[in-house]
Structures are given as structure tokens and as C-alpha cells.
């Protein structure tokens, strides 16, 4: 019988995973902060139509400036999880072996 059965979890590799997604996460964000004044839009004229489709475009854009926000937090929960589980791991692992 095999001396080692069962789980094995390799916590470096869960740290490493959770710093890169919080490394995307940072860039995510960064870039939606520089790029946020490149999408407002402005009326190309003051008739009806252009003032129209500016006020939709921007409303579109809010929304996915919203979602990424939202985007952003979900990947540094993950982040955050993926470490609360590598000192889970760790912990286990420690009081196991003590």
C-alpha cells in the first residue's frame, strides 16, 4: 500500500494562483480607470437623435463600468479564498503532523 493516499494539495500553487488573480484583478481595474474618460460620450450635434444616442451610450457604459467593479471585487474574493484555504491547508497540516 502506498504510503501517501488521498488529497494532496500543493499550497504554493494556490498562493501563486491567488496573487496572479489578484494581479488581474489590479490590471482590470487600472485599465478601467484610465480608459473611463476615453468612453463618455458626447452629442455629436444638439438635435434630438445625437443627445439621444450620447445619453445611451453613456447609460450602456455606466453599466459595464458597474459590471466591472463588480468583476473586479468576485476576483479578489477568489483571491482571498484561495489563501483562507492555503492557511486552512497549512493549519491542517501542521496539526496533523504535530
Not at 22 to 41: F, G, Q, Y
Request: hydrophobic share 45%.
Amino acid at each position: 500500500m502506498p504510503a501517501s493516499q488521498g488529497l494532496s494539495i500543493d499550497t504554493r500553487q494556490l498562493a501563486d494562483a491567488a496573487a496572479r488573480i489578484d494581479e488581474i484583478a489590479t490590471r482590470l481595474d487600472d485599465l478601467m480607470k484610465v480608459e473611463r474618460p476615453h468612453l463618455e460620450t458626447v452629442p455629436v450635434g444638439r438635435d434630438e437623435v445625437s443627445v439621444r444616442a450620447a445619453a445611451t451610450l453613456d447609460t450602456v457604459q455606466a453599466s459595464y463600468a458597474t459590471s466591472a467593479v463588480q468583476g473586479v471585487a468576485e476576483l479578489r474574493e477568489i483571491a482571498a479564498a484561495l489563501r483562507a484555504g492555503v492557511g486552512n491547508v497549512t493549519g491542517a497540516e501542521a496539526e496533523f503532523t504535530a
